[in-house]
Protein backbone atom coordinates (compact mmCIF):
# COMPACT_ATOMS: atom_id res chain seq x y z
CA UNK A 1 0.00 0.00 0.00
CA UNK A 2 2.63 2.33 0.67
CA UNK A 3 4.40 1.82 -2.57
CA UNK A 4 1.02 3.08 -4.12
CA UNK A 5 0.80 5.93 -2.05
CA UNK A 6 4.35 6.94 -3.15
CA UNK A 7 3.30 6.17 -6.62
CA UNK A 8 0.42 8.28 -6.35
CA UNK A 9 2.50 11.19 -5.00
CA UNK A 10 4.70 11.05 -7.64
CA UNK A 11 2.12 11.08 -10.13
CA UNK A 12 0.43 13.65 -8.64
CA UNK A 13 3.29 15.90 -9.14
CA UNK A 14 3.72 14.50 -12.70
CA UNK A 15 0.51 15.67 -12.89
CA UNK A 16 0.83 19.40 -11.35
CA UNK A 17 3.66 20.09 -14.13
CA UNK A 18 3.34 18.04 -17.09
CA UNK A 19 -0.36 16.69 -17.77
CA UNK A 20 -2.23 17.55 -20.59
CA UNK A 21 -5.01 19.79 -19.66
CA UNK A 22 -8.49 18.61 -19.14
CA UNK A 23 -11.64 20.44 -19.94
CA UNK A 24 -13.70 18.35 -16.88
CA UNK A 25 -16.39 20.28 -15.51
CA UNK A 26 -15.66 21.13 -11.87
CA UNK A 27 -17.00 18.59 -9.52
CA UNK A 28 -16.34 18.59 -5.83
CA UNK A 29 -13.54 15.42 -5.41
CA UNK A 30 -12.79 13.66 -2.38
CA UNK A 31 -9.43 12.02 -1.42
CA UNK A 32 -9.78 7.74 -0.75
CA UNK A 33 -6.64 5.57 -0.43
CA UNK A 34 -4.78 8.29 -2.24
CA UNK A 35 -7.05 8.78 -5.59
CA UNK A 36 -8.95 11.77 -6.11
CA UNK A 37 -12.68 10.02 -6.08
CA UNK A 38 -16.63 11.81 -7.39
CA UNK A 39 -19.84 10.81 -6.27
CA UNK A 40 -22.05 9.23 -8.21
CA UNK A 41 -24.68 11.88 -7.45
CA UNK A 42 -22.05 14.60 -8.66
CA UNK A 43 -20.97 13.10 -11.47
CA UNK A 44 -24.87 12.46 -12.23
CA UNK A 45 -25.35 16.15 -11.84
CA UNK A 46 -22.55 17.46 -14.52
CA UNK A 47 -24.15 14.78 -17.04
CA UNK A 48 -27.33 15.42 -16.60
CA UNK A 49 -28.20 12.10 -15.56
CA UNK A 50 -30.13 10.58 -12.51
CA UNK A 51 -27.95 8.34 -9.84
CA UNK A 52 -29.90 6.05 -8.06
CA UNK A 53 -29.25 3.17 -6.05
CA UNK A 54 -30.67 -0.41 -5.11
CA UNK A 55 -32.61 -1.36 -1.57
CA UNK A 56 -29.48 -2.58 0.15
CA UNK A 57 -27.38 -0.68 -1.37
CA UNK A 58 -24.80 -2.23 -3.48
CA UNK A 59 -26.36 -1.48 -7.22
CA UNK A 60 -26.31 1.69 -9.05
CA UNK A 61 -27.64 3.36 -11.53
CA UNK A 62 -27.22 6.51 -13.62
CA UNK A 63 -29.91 6.71 -16.08
CA UNK A 64 -31.74 9.41 -18.03
CA UNK A 65 -33.49 9.49 -21.52
CA UNK A 66 -30.64 7.69 -24.09
CA UNK A 67 -28.08 6.25 -21.49
CA UNK A 68 -27.73 3.99 -18.26
CA UNK A 69 -24.99 3.25 -16.34
CA UNK A 70 -24.81 -0.07 -14.31
CA UNK A 71 -22.17 0.32 -11.09
CA UNK A 72 -21.31 -2.15 -7.77
CA UNK A 73 -19.53 -1.37 -4.79
CA UNK A 74 -15.39 -2.26 -4.83
CA UNK A 75 -15.78 -3.06 -8.39
CA UNK A 76 -13.88 -1.70 -12.00
CA UNK A 77 -16.22 -4.39 -14.18
CA UNK A 78 -19.64 -1.68 -15.22
CA UNK A 79 -22.22 -1.44 -18.19
CA UNK A 80 -22.65 1.33 -20.49
CA UNK A 81 -25.61 0.75 -22.25
CA UNK A 82 -25.14 -2.70 -22.50
CA UNK A 83 -21.74 -2.82 -23.12
CA UNK A 84 -19.10 -4.25 -20.50
CA UNK A 85 -16.20 -1.51 -19.42
CA UNK A 86 -13.78 -1.47 -16.76
CA UNK A 87 -12.93 1.29 -15.17
CA UNK A 88 -9.41 2.12 -14.10
CA UNK A 89 -10.01 2.55 -10.44
CA UNK A 90 -12.38 0.30 -8.42
CA UNK A 91 -15.75 1.81 -7.24
CA UNK A 92 -15.66 3.00 -3.55
CA UNK A 93 -19.29 2.91 -1.51
CA UNK A 94 -19.31 5.21 1.81
CA UNK A 95 -22.31 5.40 3.77
CA UNK A 96 -24.05 4.45 1.46
CA UNK A 97 -23.20 6.34 -1.76
CA UNK A 98 -20.97 5.11 -4.35
CA UNK A 99 -17.70 7.26 -5.53
CA UNK A 100 -16.08 6.49 -8.98
CA UNK A 101 -12.42 8.10 -9.20
CA UNK A 102 -12.25 11.38 -10.99
CA UNK A 103 -9.97 10.10 -13.57
CA UNK A 104 -12.77 7.21 -14.40
CA UNK A 105 -15.05 10.25 -15.00
CA UNK A 106 -13.02 12.32 -16.82
CA UNK A 107 -11.97 9.39 -19.03
CA UNK A 108 -14.70 6.99 -19.33
CA UNK A 109 -18.39 8.52 -18.18
CA UNK A 110 -18.00 12.23 -19.91
CA UNK A 111 -16.75 10.81 -23.47
CA UNK A 112 -19.14 8.01 -23.45
CA UNK A 113 -22.35 10.08 -21.86
CA UNK A 114 -21.28 13.39 -23.11
CA UNK A 115 -18.56 13.62 -25.19
CA UNK A 116 -19.34 17.49 -25.73
CA UNK A 117 -17.66 17.92 -22.23
CA UNK A 118 -14.81 16.53 -23.27
CA UNK A 119 -12.68 19.39 -24.77
CA UNK A 120 -12.53 20.50 -28.43
CA UNK A 121 -12.72 17.23 -30.49
CA UNK A 122 -10.16 15.91 -32.96
CA UNK A 123 -11.07 16.08 -36.60
CA UNK A 124 -13.22 14.34 -38.90
CA UNK A 125 -11.40 11.26 -39.52
CA UNK A 126 -9.86 10.80 -43.11
CA UNK A 127 -6.61 9.12 -42.65
CA UNK A 128 -6.93 5.67 -41.14
CA UNK A 129 -4.02 3.78 -40.37
CA UNK A 130 -4.65 -0.22 -40.36
CA UNK A 131 -2.00 -2.45 -38.26
CA UNK A 132 -2.25 -6.05 -38.95
CA UNK A 133 -0.67 -7.72 -35.90
CA UNK A 134 2.44 -9.45 -35.57
CA UNK A 135 4.05 -11.28 -38.99
CA UNK A 136 7.36 -12.60 -40.56
CA UNK A 137 9.09 -14.26 -37.16
CA UNK A 138 6.08 -13.44 -35.22
CA UNK A 139 3.04 -15.51 -35.93
CA UNK A 140 0.92 -14.18 -32.88
CA UNK A 141 -0.93 -16.22 -31.09
CA UNK A 142 -1.69 -20.08 -32.95
CA UNK A 143 -4.20 -22.94 -33.05
CA UNK A 144 -1.96 -25.92 -33.37
CA UNK A 145 -4.61 -27.96 -33.90
CA UNK A 146 -6.86 -26.58 -36.39
CA UNK A 147 -3.40 -24.68 -38.12
CA UNK A 148 -4.92 -21.57 -37.83
CA UNK A 149 -2.16 -18.68 -37.33
CA UNK A 150 -3.00 -14.77 -36.25
CA UNK A 151 -0.76 -13.16 -38.18
CA UNK A 152 -2.03 -14.22 -41.41
CA UNK A 153 -6.03 -13.78 -39.90
CA UNK A 154 -4.65 -9.99 -39.02
CA UNK A 155 -3.70 -9.71 -42.15
CA UNK A 156 -6.81 -10.97 -44.44
CA UNK A 157 -9.38 -8.80 -42.05
CA UNK A 158 -7.18 -5.54 -42.77
CA UNK A 159 -7.45 -6.32 -46.20
CA UNK A 160 -11.17 -6.63 -46.33
CA UNK A 161 -11.40 -3.35 -44.15
CA UNK A 162 -9.34 -1.32 -46.13
CA UNK A 163 -11.51 -2.01 -49.18
CA UNK A 164 -13.97 -1.16 -46.94
CA UNK A 165 -12.87 2.52 -46.02
CA UNK A 166 -11.92 2.75 -49.41
CA UNK A 167 -15.63 2.54 -50.47
CA UNK A 168 -16.17 4.84 -47.73
CA UNK A 169 -14.25 7.61 -48.86
CA UNK A 170 -11.66 7.36 -46.15
CA UNK A 171 -7.66 7.02 -46.73
CA UNK A 172 -5.94 4.09 -45.65
CA UNK A 173 -2.42 3.70 -44.87
CA UNK A 174 -1.45 -0.01 -44.12
CA UNK A 175 1.48 -1.19 -41.37
CA UNK A 176 2.65 -4.26 -43.28
CA UNK A 177 0.99 -5.10 -46.44
CA UNK A 178 2.40 -9.06 -46.27
CA UNK A 179 3.93 -11.48 -44.39
CA UNK A 180 6.79 -9.71 -42.37
CA UNK A 181 8.05 -7.87 -39.42
CA UNK A 182 8.66 -4.28 -39.49
CA UNK A 183 12.16 -4.60 -37.21
CA UNK A 184 14.07 -7.99 -36.01
CA UNK A 185 12.80 -7.66 -32.56
CA UNK A 186 9.53 -6.95 -30.71
CA UNK A 187 10.69 -3.56 -28.46
CA UNK A 188 11.19 -2.15 -31.87
CA UNK A 189 8.59 -3.18 -33.68
CA UNK A 190 5.34 -2.10 -31.98
CA UNK A 191 6.61 1.77 -32.13
CA UNK A 192 7.45 1.35 -34.90
CA UNK A 193 3.94 0.98 -36.06
CA UNK A 194 2.37 3.68 -34.32
CA UNK A 195 5.17 5.77 -36.02
CA UNK A 196 3.80 4.47 -39.62
CA UNK A 197 0.38 6.08 -38.51
CA UNK A 198 2.11 9.17 -37.22
CA UNK A 199 4.44 9.83 -40.17
CA UNK A 200 1.38 9.40 -42.50
CA UNK A 201 -0.57 11.89 -40.11
CA UNK A 202 -3.47 9.33 -39.50
CA UNK A 203 -6.33 10.15 -37.67
CA UNK A 204 -7.38 6.86 -36.20
CA UNK A 205 -5.35 3.94 -35.64
CA UNK A 206 -6.82 0.35 -34.99
CA UNK A 207 -4.65 -2.68 -34.29
CA UNK A 208 -6.08 -6.11 -35.50
CA UNK A 209 -5.50 -9.35 -33.24
CA UNK A 210 -6.75 -12.68 -32.13
CA UNK A 211 -6.52 -14.01 -28.51
CA UNK A 212 -5.55 -17.23 -27.27
CA UNK A 213 -4.97 -18.75 -23.77
CA UNK A 214 -2.56 -21.80 -23.48
CA UNK A 215 -4.59 -24.57 -22.14
CA UNK A 216 -7.76 -23.21 -22.30
CA UNK A 217 -9.88 -24.27 -25.34
CA UNK A 218 -13.31 -22.91 -23.98
CA UNK A 219 -12.82 -18.95 -23.46
CA UNK A 220 -14.34 -17.09 -26.33
CA UNK A 221 -15.24 -13.53 -27.00
CA UNK A 222 -14.03 -9.87 -27.98
CA UNK A 223 -12.09 -7.23 -26.25
CA UNK A 224 -10.96 -3.83 -26.97
CA UNK A 225 -8.40 -1.84 -25.76
CA UNK A 226 -7.13 1.91 -25.76
CA UNK A 227 -4.35 3.10 -23.59
CA UNK A 228 -3.99 3.47 -19.94
CA UNK A 229 -5.68 6.97 -18.84
CA UNK A 230 -2.68 9.13 -17.51
CA UNK A 231 -1.50 7.58 -14.06
CA UNK A 232 -4.02 4.68 -13.65
CA UNK A 233 -3.18 1.14 -13.39
CA UNK A 234 -3.53 -1.29 -16.78
CA UNK A 235 -7.04 -3.29 -16.12
CA UNK A 236 -4.71 -6.22 -16.04
CA UNK A 237 -2.64 -5.39 -12.86
CA UNK A 238 -5.67 -5.52 -10.48
CA UNK A 239 -5.42 -9.41 -10.46
CA UNK A 240 -1.70 -9.79 -9.58
CA UNK A 241 -2.07 -6.65 -7.56
CA UNK A 242 0.80 -4.73 -8.85
CA UNK A 243 0.47 -1.17 -9.56
CA UNK A 244 1.37 -0.43 -12.96
CA UNK A 245 0.81 3.31 -13.46
CA UNK A 246 3.59 5.43 -15.11
CA UNK A 247 4.85 8.28 -13.62
CA UNK A 248 4.88 10.21 -16.87
CA UNK A 249 1.98 10.61 -18.94
CA UNK A 250 3.01 9.48 -22.84
CA UNK A 251 1.99 11.10 -26.11
CA UNK A 252 -1.16 8.61 -26.09
CA UNK A 253 -2.45 10.07 -23.39
CA UNK A 254 -3.19 13.43 -24.95
CA UNK A 255 -6.25 11.65 -26.36
CA UNK A 256 -7.37 9.99 -23.17
CA UNK A 257 -11.15 10.82 -23.62
CA UNK A 258 -11.41 9.43 -27.60
CA UNK A 259 -9.38 6.65 -27.50
CA UNK A 260 -12.30 6.29 -24.67
CA UNK A 261 -14.96 7.47 -27.28
CA UNK A 262 -12.84 5.59 -29.98
CA UNK A 263 -13.01 1.77 -28.29
CA UNK A 264 -16.58 2.43 -27.18
CA UNK A 265 -17.88 2.79 -30.21
CA UNK A 266 -15.75 0.16 -32.15
CA UNK A 267 -17.13 -2.32 -28.98
CA UNK A 268 -20.50 -1.78 -29.48
CA UNK A 269 -20.56 -2.37 -33.50
CA UNK A 270 -18.15 -5.48 -32.73
CA UNK A 271 -21.24 -7.08 -30.17
CA UNK A 272 -24.01 -6.20 -32.51
CA UNK A 273 -22.38 -7.52 -35.63
CA UNK A 274 -20.05 -10.57 -34.04
CA UNK A 275 -22.47 -11.61 -31.23
CA UNK A 276 -19.29 -13.23 -29.42
CA UNK A 277 -18.68 -12.85 -26.02
CA UNK A 278 -18.26 -9.27 -24.35
CA UNK A 279 -15.17 -9.03 -22.78
CA UNK A 280 -15.29 -5.58 -22.15
CA UNK A 281 -13.20 -2.52 -22.55
CA UNK A 282 -9.92 -2.74 -20.78
CA UNK A 283 -6.79 -0.48 -20.28
CA UNK A 284 -3.77 -1.49 -21.40
CA UNK A 285 -0.09 0.44 -21.52
CA UNK A 286 0.45 -1.32 -25.08
CA UNK A 287 3.66 -0.30 -26.80
CA UNK A 288 1.75 -0.05 -30.28
CA UNK A 289 -0.50 2.55 -28.89
CA UNK A 290 1.72 4.51 -26.56
CA UNK A 291 3.62 6.22 -29.33
CA UNK A 292 0.33 7.43 -30.88
CA UNK A 293 -0.75 11.15 -32.03
CA UNK A 294 -3.96 9.97 -32.75
CA UNK A 295 -7.02 7.99 -30.87
CA UNK A 296 -6.14 4.56 -31.43
CA UNK A 297 -7.62 1.13 -30.02
CA UNK A 298 -6.14 -2.61 -30.20
CA UNK A 299 -9.08 -5.26 -30.71
CA UNK A 300 -8.64 -9.06 -29.88
CA UNK A 301 -11.89 -9.78 -31.72
CA UNK A 302 -11.75 -13.70 -31.02
CA UNK A 303 -10.25 -16.41 -29.25
CA UNK A 304 -8.19 -18.45 -31.67
CA UNK A 305 -7.82 -21.27 -28.65
CA UNK A 306 -11.45 -22.23 -28.34
CA UNK A 307 -12.25 -24.49 -31.83
CA UNK A 308 -15.16 -22.96 -32.88
CA UNK A 309 -14.34 -19.43 -32.39
CA UNK A 310 -10.83 -20.09 -34.16
CA UNK A 311 -13.03 -21.61 -37.26
CA UNK A 312 -15.59 -18.98 -37.68
CA UNK A 313 -12.47 -16.78 -37.56
CA UNK A 314 -10.75 -18.39 -40.75
CA UNK A 315 -13.83 -17.99 -42.67
CA UNK A 316 -14.17 -15.07 -45.36
CA UNK A 317 -17.65 -14.34 -43.80
CA UNK A 318 -16.51 -13.62 -40.82
CA UNK A 319 -13.46 -12.00 -41.24
CA UNK A 320 -15.68 -9.49 -43.50
CA UNK A 321 -18.17 -9.39 -40.50
CA UNK A 322 -15.14 -7.94 -38.35
CA UNK A 323 -14.33 -5.31 -41.19
CA UNK A 324 -17.53 -4.40 -41.45
CA UNK A 325 -17.85 -3.70 -37.62
CA UNK A 326 -14.74 -1.73 -37.52
CA UNK A 327 -15.87 0.32 -40.58
CA UNK A 328 -19.25 0.74 -38.68
CA UNK A 329 -17.35 1.63 -35.49
CA UNK A 330 -15.11 4.69 -37.19
CA UNK A 331 -18.40 6.06 -38.65
CA UNK A 332 -20.03 6.15 -35.29
CA UNK A 333 -17.21 7.35 -34.15
CA UNK A 334 -16.86 10.57 -37.12
CA UNK A 335 -20.46 11.21 -36.78
CA UNK A 336 -20.43 11.45 -32.73
CA UNK A 337 -17.43 14.00 -33.06
CA UNK A 338 -19.36 16.18 -35.78
CA UNK A 339 -22.33 16.47 -33.64
CA UNK A 340 -20.44 17.66 -31.13
CA UNK A 341 -18.52 20.27 -33.07
CA UNK A 342 -19.09 23.96 -32.64
CA UNK A 343 -21.06 25.22 -35.58
CA UNK A 344 -18.44 27.50 -37.64
CA UNK A 345 -18.48 31.03 -36.99
CA UNK A 346 -20.75 32.82 -39.39
CA UNK A 347 -18.88 36.12 -40.38
CA UNK A 348 -20.90 39.32 -39.22
CA UNK A 349 -22.43 41.54 -41.50
CA UNK A 350 -20.96 45.15 -41.12
ZN1 LIG B 1 -1.79 -10.45 -31.18
Keep these: ?58 NFTLSGPSHRVD ?4 SRDILVDGLRVFLGDPTVGRDGRLYVSRTDFEFRLIPFL ?21 GGK ?3 KQNFRLGIMEKT ?5 AFRLKRLLEAGGYKVVMTRTDDRQLEP ?7 RRAEIANLAHADLFVSIHFNAIANDTRTTGSEVYSFVPEFQRSSNSWSDRKDDSLREVSPA ?29 KIMHLAVLRPLRCPGILVE ?35 ILDSIRPAPQKPTKP
Excluded at 262 to 277: E, K, P
Excluded at 312 to 318: E, G, Y
Aim: hydrophobic share 45%.
Design 1 to 58: MASALVLRAAALSALLCGSFLSAAPAVPTQRIMGVDYVSLQAAGDALGLRATSSLLGR
Design 71 to 74: LEVN
Design 114 to 134: RPEMAGPPPAHPRIIAIDPGH
Design 138 to 140: DPG
Design 153 to 157: CTLQV
Design 185 to 191: DKVADLP
Design 253 to 281: NRQDAWNALFAHAVHRQLMSNLHTMDRGE
Design 301 to 335: SAFLSNDSEARRVATPAFQEKIAAAFLAGINDYAR
